[in-house]
């Protein structure tokens, strides 16, 4: 079955700090994995997408890895500000595209 | 600046009411789609469309329906609303057939009392 897990659910840190979302998918076959961001009572919002040839990809202060054999996808984001509170969702589609799976999503909180 | 436009941020209906939800887009699109997000649940897919007129159902169609008489306006029904249908809606579209390179609106938060 094509899952998409994401962990923590929640997550508090102080503003200026590192923290590291984690994604596990069974997609299969894979084709590409997203991260998204969504602030509360926005839409989601595109951050990387990577394919299977990738492992990490950069986009300011996020940076997605991505480890096909062990199908392990992590967002790091440093010196993390208040800004970023908001949910972030990784996204796995299958090769072909016609099957994509949607994390549940972390609830990420930066507090001063 | 690319938009998708959803015309109600929140709704408030009662059971049985007929719910029209709006979302245009204005990137020239030929693909679109409409999304349910619920709380500890991924997004859901409700229905899509690649072309006017064109409809397909997704994962949970069940009590919705929609119309896509233009290209860039994308509505989602439902037809007689229940309070399980309460919830965020997204829609979103795409330059891919795939739900690939997606560009969200800002959702509407539907409650059905």
């Known amino acids: 079955k094509n899952q998409v897990e994401q962990s923590p659910q929640s997550l508090i840190i102080l503003e200026g700090k590192n923290c590291t979302l984690q994604c596990n998918y069974t997609v299969s076959p894979f084709s590409n994995l997203r991260w998204y961001k969504q602030d509360t009572g926005r839409g989601p919002v595109s951050l990387t997408i990577m394919t299977f040839s990738e492992n990490t990809k950069s986009n300011g202060r996020y940076t997605a890895t991505l480890d096909a054999d062990t199908k392990q996808s992590s967002l790091h984001i440093t010196a993390s500000q208040l800004s970023d509170s908001a949910s972030y969702i990784c996204v796995v589609s299958a090769y072909g595209g016609f099957k994509t799976i949607f994390g549940a999503g972390t609830r990420l909180f930066v507090k001063a | 600046d690319v938009k998708v436009t959803q015309s109600s941020r929140y709704l408030v209906k009662r059971t049985g009411e007929k719910v029209f939800l709006e979302c245009v887009q204005d990137m020239d699109h030929e693909n679109m789609f409409w999304y349910r997000q619920d709380p500890g649940l991924g997004l859901r897919l409700i229905y899509f469309?690649?072309?006017?007129?064109?409809?397909e159902k997704g994962d949970i169609p069940e009590g919705y329906s929609v119309s896509r008489e233009k290209k860039e306006r994308f509505s989602l029904i439902l037809e007689s609303a229940s309070t399980n249908q309460t919830s965020m809606y997204l829609c979103?579209?795409?330059?891919?057939?795939?739900?690939?390179?997606?560009?969200f609106g800002s959702g509407t938060q539907l409650s059905v009392l």
């Open positions: 979103a579209s795409s330059p891919l057939k795939a739900q690939e390179k997606l560009f």
């Open positions: 469309s690649y072309d006017v007129k064109m409809k």
